[in-house]
DNA sequence: CCGAAGTTTGAACGGCCGTTCAGTCTATGC
DNA sequence: GCATAGACTGAACGGCCGTTCAAACTTCGG
């Protein structure tokens, strides 16, 4: 019963997985329950059967998405002393990429673009997208104010002011990006992102942060194949 | 035949008008064609009779919201001599409204948000889209060019690259003006545009800037009432 | 092994909604 | 006034897709 249980999450996840993949392909109102369950390589029957109704379906894989880029973000920031490292680690990971992964690691991009749209309608998404919304902001605080213990960053700026109107210039550019207007490809939005970073809180970018394209990429997704 | 050309015509924007608070108001994909034609007082076959085609319906929907944001902006401004006045004007006008107006001026940037998650699929879209924006960024760029030459501006800040930043920064908080956040009310966004401004390019915030809550609306919308 | 609980499915139902169509109404030109 | 083009509609069609359901299959405790 235990193993079930296991198996069970499993299958959920599959399926999310699946949700999430489709709907960054298709949008939001375009994805059917059929694609999904396609996807996870299930009938369609069994997706209602562990969610209920699309609409759950729908909301909880957009949680699910942004939840999940959330802990990796965090995960990785952990295992870094400096919080001036941690900005830029940051920014490197909020950044859409460029490469060849370009269909993968847009979709939590497009699904954070489908949570703005959806939310004014959909009470559920609107509580999930502003939980982390504030964990985001709060994430920027706190590497803020860190910085400033330490002595990394200028004392004199405001950490809650500076990152509400910081994630709202990542949240505008990553928009450009997602949509691959030329006027804003990846580089230039990292490389935006970080001067405003390192001129209004003064410190010296790594001479390594403005070169590397990215770090490898965290070896997450992908992980989930078909049963079978 | 001429008069019948004018009365079609002012048919097509009826029905567009319509179009565009429908969409504000239920998002885009659970919009039907049957609001549409209610709110224009029209039937469902005429709608169709107009535009062909639901999609094609929407997407000049969309198209038609934002142009007509922009050039009551663009006319607006046309009117001041002072780039410092036009920007400090350009932003107010940028800000969602905070008053009863609510949800008709939110109208305009709700369907903006909707063209971007459209715009991945629909080639018309993201052409409108695009241009939409480029102009937009165009404008910023000529106001800050503008207060350069005329002295009111440093002289030392790139114009595009500060018009990218800015107006990533204004569609960034937008998003959270719109979805009612209470991180971001209106007010705070308006402050944190303009302080912006006045720091990177230099000048002096007139006194009402951040005081007044916003010149009165201009006299749009509600103009086209239903055909009795 | 048996049966109960948990999984999975194919097939069918049913509603919604975009689209079509045949035809009415209105006004304008001749 | 009559014919014609354009504006407009109600009703019906038809497909798509979320949802339901009864039944098969799988696993596992006893």
């Known amino acids: 019963m235990v193993a079930r249980r ?7 996840i599959q399926i999310l997985d699946a949700a999430v993949r489709v709907i960054g392909a298709r949008g939001l109102c375009d994805t059917r329950i059929a694609d999904i369950a396609e996807r996870a390589g299930a009938s369609s029957a069994l997706v209602l059967y562990y969610f ?13 998405a942004d939840e999940r ?9 952990s295992q870094i002393e400096s919080a001036r490292d941690q ?6 990971l909020a950044c859409p990429d460029d490469d060849l992964s370009a269909e993968d690691s847009m979709d939590d991009w497009i699904l954070w673009m489908e949570m703005w749209t959806r939310a004014p309608r959909d ?9 982390l919304d504030d964990k985001w ?17 200028r004392t004199d700026v405001d950490a809650e002011d500076f990152a509400v109107r910081f994630a709202g210039l990542i949240d505008g550019l990553s928009v450009l990006v997602v949509l691959n207007d030329p006027v804003v490809p990846p580089r230039r939005m ?3 992102c970080l001067r405003t970073a390192s001129t209004e809180l ?6 390594r942060a403005l070169r590397r394209r990215r770090a490898a990429a965290p070896a997450r997704r992908r992980a989930a194949g078909r049963v079978g």
């Not at 209920?52 to 699910?64: M, N, P, T, V, Y």
């Not at 009470?123 to 502003?130: C, G, Q």
């Not at 902001?137 to 960053?153: A, K, L, T």
């Open 123 to 131: 009470e559920s998404v609107a509580a999930d997208r502003k939980a």
């Open 202 to 207: 003064g410190f010296e970018l790594p001479a």
């Open 52 to 64: 209920g109704s699309k609409d759950r379906l729908l909301a909880e894989a957009l949680a699910f």
């Open 87 to 92: 900005l830029v680690r940051m920014i490197e």
């Open 6 to 12: 296991k198996l069970s999450e499993a299958r959920r």
């Open 190 to 192: 990292r490389e935006m």
């Open 69 to 77: 880029f959330y802990a990796e973000v965090t995960h990785e920031l």
């Open 137 to 153: 902001r709060g994430s920027i605080i706190d590497i803020v104010r860190q910085g400033q213990r330490r002595g990394e960053f």
